[in-house]
């Protein structure tokens, strides 16, 4: 098993093929501290624009938030201040 990301120098020596496809997806990841502390994962489905999760960390009170949207709406996010 050659395990080494995108450029992976095993599979190229070993003439392994490969394809990409763009999904027309972008996640959009932002840290985030709670009030409340929460140990429980979350996800919503948000229609045509993709899922958003909470996913707790450091003890329960700071929590990742990943938002998988469409290209155009994570450029308008990511040039949020």
């Known amino acids: 098993v050659g395990a080494e990301g995108a450029n992976s120098v095993a599979r190229r020596e070993s003439e392994i093929g490969y394809w990409r496809h763009d999904y027309r997806q972008r ?4 840290n985030v501290k709670t009030k409340d502390r929460s140990f429980t994962a979350w996800q919503r489905f ?6 958003v999760a909470m996913l707790p960390i450091k003890g329960g009170s700071i929590s990742n938030v990943v ?6 709406e ?3 996010l990511t ?3």
């Open 79 to 81: 040039a949020m201040s």
């Open 74 to 76: 994570a450029k308008a």
């Open 46 to 51: 948000l229609g045509k624009s993709g899922p």
């Open 27 to 30: 996640a959009v990841v932002a």
């Open 67 to 72: 938002w998988s949207t469409t290209p155009a």
